[in-house]
């Protein structure tokens, strides 16, 4: 409080002080951390400067506190004469006072003291009396178990013939009931002399409790008595020992029936499916009795609660024998026999999960460690590496040979086209197809539809690299062949077949070079196939194993699957392309004889033309022969998109042509004229000229070239080139009828 008064007190500085007034209020103030503090802001200088201004302010205040209160500062020492006495005087009780609560607070604490021992002590005692009470408790009750069991407690000798020793019912109940008590009474008595002692009188109590429980549960068993082996059961529960007569029934009941039907014997002679139907068999036959006590499906209100006869008893053994006896049945060696055995495994599991009769006992059969072990001896892994060696194995020997053809009716024209197709529906078939691997098989579907993308791109750059070495080839040749006869360079006839292209039996590029076309054609053909018949394979095939795993993200997986079918549709293109270029590289080669048509005309004396020229159905002749050709093959798509790139492609050159072609008719047609006008030569010509037979003619086969494209399905005037040709050409002959 005084710090806040003082605080208060403080008069505040001006904003620009390097320091807050607040610290010199603290109790850890320093002089030397301060000066470090501030130092580390502004200089010493500074500092100095700002603590003068402050002090004076601080001066300033006291003076003004002074004169505010002048008469309290003269008067302060006159009001403290004789504060000492009265101080003095208050010191004596005040030390009393001091000492006589001292002295009580000593005595209550060597009570307190005093009590804790003697409630520790009686807490002790308390205990032993407990204990003793307990161990009187055990003695009575081995007591009285040993008179109903009529065993001696004298020392005499005990009868180690149990069947001696067989109780009825009623009073086998009434032991487990004494012998629960006593149990509990052992277990909180651990550690005493006493307990041990009477140890063995315990234990042979145990024997011929025990003993006698088997027994009845035996006798209940064999006349298949429900009263004896609920009461059995129930007691079994009472003395929480659950688990041995669940041990008892599986080793004198289910292991010797599963023992006799399983075995290799057994397996070779009926095989897998009979042999797991007789051990179901077993359910009916020699459980039906305990489980109407026992299972919660049984009839009637009064079931014995605790027990799971098939979980516990049953299955257990079932594994045990099967991994012993049958070892076999596990090999993944051969994966089609693997296969089998798997799945008829798989549907008796499924027939015993079935028998458990509610959701609690499969449960627990699931999580039951014998469960996890019959699982695991399936070596799933190795049976999906063999069906992907078989499966990507033959796809990809296929692949290494792209271009030879299937064999019989196959679906496709391609052998590796045939053997991913029958791969991708192999992953799915129900002889290779296992629900727990549907992850791995639709994993090698998209893996084997990756690889047939990335082997399209592949083969494209490898086949057109080959093209064009061939090619290089056969110019490098020509160029030695003309080399080698410069002399004869000036002859016609050289220079013509030195331009020439080269023989249709040069096997070097017209046979690669067609051949490849083909298969460009056959590569579409089937992959456009593939693709139509994805969706197809997703929903007839996939689908339904998804749904049988009720697996939700169907949609997911769908999208997965037109990525690839997608990711296909594109490597498709660069084929096309290579065929609409050999189809031009074909029909181009007679556009080129439009330039031989003013030749044929000028100062031929031909007769008008009336009929298109030869050139223009040799030049579309190529193309409609390859629609004819591959009609049955691929889809109307396809072919009519080559038909529409091809013939825009030659429109576009027909077009350069043409115009070459009428602009020097039409140069050569001003000469002439200023020609004769310079010698006075009458200029006045009856008839067509010959000019005028060039733009005819020309004018006929690019009419012609309209009927051809009509032949083949395409509009003409889908063709913008071809537009510009009939423009060009009309107005040639307009141009040239002006006067």
Same mark, same amino acid.
């Given at each position: 409080?005084?710090?806040?008064?003082?605080?208060?007190?403080?008069?505040?500085?001006?904003?620009?002080?390097?320091?807050?007034?607040?610290?010199?209020?603290?109790?850890?103030?320093?002089?030397?951390?301060?000066?470090?503090?501030?130092?580390?802001?502004?200089?010493?200088?500074?500092?100095?400067?700002?603590?003068?201004?402050?002090?004076?302010?601080?001066?300033?205040?006291?003076?003004?506190?002074?004169?505010?209160?002048?008469?309290?500062?003269?008067?302060?020492?006159?009001?403290?004469?004789?504060?000492?006495?009265?101080?003095?005087?208050?010191?004596?009780?005040?030390?009393?006072?001091?000492?006589?609560?001292?002295?009580?607070?000593?005595?209550?604490?060597?009570?307190?003291?005093?009590?804790?021992?003697?409630?520790?002590?009686?807490?002790?005692?308390?205990?032993?009396?407990?204990?003793?009470?307990?161990?009187?408790?055990?003695?009575?009750?081995?007591?009285?178990?040993?008179?109903?069991?009529?065993?001696?407690?004298?020392?005499?000798?005990?009868?180690?013939?149990?069947?001696?020793?067989?109780?009825?019912?009623?009073?086998?109940?009434?032991?487990?009931?004494?012998?629960?008590?006593?149990?509990?009474?052992?277990?909180?008595?651990?550690?005493?002399?006493?307990?041990?002692?009477?140890?063995?009188?315990?234990?042979?109590?145990?024997?011929?409790?025990?003993?006698s429980?088997?027994?009845?549960?035996?006798?209940?068993?064999?006349?298949?008595?429900?009263?004896?082996?609920?009461?059995?059961?129930?007691?079994?529960?009472?003395?929480?020992?659950?688990?041995?007569?669940?041990?008892?029934?599986?080793?004198?009941?289910?292991?010797?029936?599963?023992?006799?039907?399983?075995?290799?014997?057994?397996?070779?002679e009926?095989?897998?499916?009979?042999?797991?139907?007789?051990?179901?068999?077993?359910?009916?036959?020699?459980?039906?009795?305990?489980?109407?006590?026992?299972?919660?499906?049984?009839?009637?209100?009064?079931v014995?609660?605790?027990?799971?006869?098939?979980?516990?008893?049953?299955?257990?053994?079932?594994?045990?024998?099967?991994?012993?006896?049958?070892?076999?049945?596990?090999?993944?060696?051969d994966?089609?026999?693997f296969?089998?055995?798997?799945?008829?495994?798989?549907?008796?599991?499924?027939?015993f999960?079935?028998?458990?009769?509610?959701?609690?006992?499969?449960?627990?059969?699931?999580s039951?460690?014998?469960?996890?072990?019959?699982?695991?001896?399936?070596?799933?892994?190795?049976?999906?590496?063999?069906?992907?060696?078989?499966?990507?194995?033959?796809?990809?020997?296929?692949?290494?040979?792209?271009?030879?053809?299937?064999?019989?009716?196959?679906?496709?024209?391609?052998?590796?086209n045939?053997?991913?197709?029958?791969?991708?529906?192999?992953?799915?078939?129900?002889?290779?197809?296992?629900?727990?691997?549907?992850?791995?098989?639709? #994993?090698?579907? +998209? =893996?084997?539809?990756?690889?047939?993308?990335?082997? @399209? !791109? /592949? $083969?494209?750059?490898?086949?057109?690299?080959?093209?064009?070495?061939?090619?290089?080839?056969?110019?490098?040749?020509?160029?030695?062949?003309?080399?080698?006869?410069?002399?004869?360079?000036?002859?016609?006839?050289?220079?013509?077949?030195?331009?020439?292209?080269?023989?249709?039996?040069?096997?070097?590029?017209?046979?690669?070079?067609?051949?490849?076309?083909?298969?460009?054609?056959?590569?579409?053909?089937d992959?456009?196939?593939?693709?139509? #018949?994805?969706? +197809? =394979?997703?929903?007839?095939?996939?689908?339904?194993? @998804? !749904? /049988? $795993?009720?697996?939700?993200?169907?949609?997911?997986?769908?999208?997965?699957?037109?990525?690839?079918?997608?990711?296909?549709?594109?490597?498709?293109?660069?084929?096309?392309?290579?065929?609409?270029?050999?189809?031009?590289?074909?029909?181009?080669?007679?556009?080129?004889?439009?330039?031989?048509?003013?030749?044929?005309?000028?100062?031929?004396?031909?007769?008008?033309?009336?009929?298109?020229?030869?050139?223009?159905?040799?030049?579309?002749?190529?193309?409609?022969?390859? =629609?004819?050709q591959?009609?049955?093959?691929?889809?109307?798509?396809? $072919?009519?998109?080559?038909?529409?790139?091809?013939?825009?492609?030659?429109?576009?050159?027909?077009?350069?042509?043409?115009?070459?072609?009428?602009?020097?008719?039409?140069?050569?047609?001003d000469?002439?004229?200023?020609?004769?006008?310079?010698?006075?030569?009458?200029s006045?010509?009856?008839?067509?000229?010959?000019?005028?037979k060039?733009?005819?003619?020309?004018?006929?086969?690019?009419?012609?070239?309209?009927?051809?494209?009509?032949?083949?399905?395409?509009?003409?005037?889908?063709?913008?080139?071809?537009?510009?040709?009939?423009?060009l050409?009309?107005?040639?002959?307009?141009?040239?009828?002006?006067?």
């Open positions: 409080m005084t710090k806040e008064i003082a605080k208060t007190l403080l008069p505040v500085g001006p904003s620009s002080l390097c320091f807050n007034k607040d610290e010199f209020m603290k109790d850890s103030f320093s002089v030397d951390e301060f000066v470090s503090t501030c130092r580390k802001r502004v200089q010493l200088e500074q500092l100095r400067d700002d603590l003068t201004v402050y002090q004076r302010l601080l001066r300033s205040a006291m003076i003004e506190l002074i004169n505010k209160d002048y008469a309290d500062f003269v008067n302060l020492s006159a009001n403290l004469v004789g504060l000492d006495k009265a101080i003095n005087t208050l010191s004596v009780p005040l030390q009393n006072v001091k000492q006589e609560v001292t002295t009580v607070d000593t005595a209550v604490l060597e009570s307190l003291s005093f009590i804790k021992q003697k409630l520790k002590k009686r807490a002790e005692i308390r205990q032993r009396i407990a204990c003793l009470q307990r161990l009187m408790t055990i003695s009575e009750l081995v007591d009285k178990m040993e008179r109903l069991l009529n065993i001696p407690k004298d020392g005499s000798t005990f009868d180690s013939d149990l069947s001696t020793h067989t109780l009825d019912g009623a009073l086998i109940e009434r032991v487990a009931t004494e012998f629960n008590q006593l149990q509990f009474h052992v277990t909180r008595n651990k550690k005493v002399a006493l307990l041990e002692a009477i140890r063995p009188r315990i234990v042979q109590i145990t024997s011929v409790l025990q003993h429980l088997e027994q009845q549960f035996v006798v209940g068993l064999q006349q298949k008595k429900t009263d004896v082996l609920r009461q059995c059961l129930r007691t079994y529960a009472t003395i929480d020992k659950v688990k041995d007569v669940e041990q008892l029934f599986r080793q004198n009941v289910i292991r010797p029936h599963v023992e006799e039907v399983v075995s290799e014997g057994r397996l070779s009926v095989g897998l499916k009979v042999m797991f139907g007789q051990v179901l068999e077993v359910i009916p036959k020699h459980c039906q009795t305990l489980l109407s006590v026992t299972s919660a499906l049984a009839k009637g209100s009064d014995v609660q605790g027990y799971d006869i098939l979980v516990n008893s049953v299955w257990p053994e079932i594994v045990i024998c099967l991994e012993a006896r049958t070892p076999l049945i596990f090999a993944p060696g994966p089609d026999e296969h089998q055995k798997y799945t008829i495994s798989m549907q008796f599991l499924d027939d999960e079935t028998s458990c009769g509610s959701l609690t006992s499969v449960r627990r059969l699931r039951h460690p014998s469960y996890s072990t019959f699982m695991s001896k399936w070596s799933l892994p190795v049976y999906f590496q063999i069906r992907f060696q078989e499966i990507a194995g033959t796809f990809e020997t296929a692949l290494s040979a792209p271009f030879v053809s299937s064999s019989g009716d196959a679906e496709f024209s391609l052998a590796a045939v053997e991913l197709w029958c791969g991708l529906c192999q992953c799915w078939e129900e002889r290779v197809y296992l629900p727990a691997l549907c992850h791995r098989f639709w #994993k090698l579907s +998209l =893996l084997m539809l990756r690889r047939y993308s990335t082997w @399209l !791109q /592949e $083969l494209y750059e490898e086949k057109k690299t080959t093209v064009r070495s061939d090619i290089e080839n056969v110019d490098v040749s020509l160029s030695l062949q003309a080399s080698a006869g410069g002399q004869r360079s000036a002859s016609p006839a050289f220079s013509d077949r030195r331009s020439a292209s080269p023989a249709p039996g040069d096997k070097s590029t017209t046979v690669s070079e067609t051949d490849f076309l083909q298969y460009c054609v056959l590569l579409i053909a992959a456009e196939k593939l693709v139509g #018949k994805m969706p +197809l =394979l997703f929903v007839d095939k996939v689908k339904p194993r @998804l !749904q /049988e $795993l009720n697996f939700t993200d169907i949609n997911l997986l769908q999208a997965g699957l037109d990525e690839s079918v997608v990711d296909i549709k594109q490597k498709m293109q660069p084929f096309s392309t290579c065929i609409v270029e050999a189809l031009i590289a074909r029909c181009a080669a007679s556009l080129k004889q439009v330039n031989d048509i003013p030749r044929l005309y000028r100062r031929t004396n031909r007769e008008v033309p009336s009929k298109p020229s030869v050139y223009i159905n040799a030049t579309v002749k190529p193309l409609s022969s390859f =629609l004819q591959n009609q049955a093959m691929v889809s109307t798509k396809w $072919l009519h998109l080559w038909a529409t790139a091809v013939l825009q492609k030659l429109s576009e050159q027909y077009y350069v042509l043409t115009c070459d072609v009428l602009t020097s008719v039409r140069k050569m047609e000469s002439l004229k200023r020609l004769k006008k310079g010698r006075k030569v009458s006045i010509v009856q008839g067509m000229t010959d000019d005028d060039i733009r005819l003619q020309i004018s006929l086969d690019v009419q012609q070239l309209g009927n051809e494209m009509e032949a083949v399905g395409i509009d003409k005037k889908t063709i913008e080139k071809y537009g510009d040709c009939l423009q050409v009309h107005a040639a002959q307009k141009g040239n009828a002006e006067p």
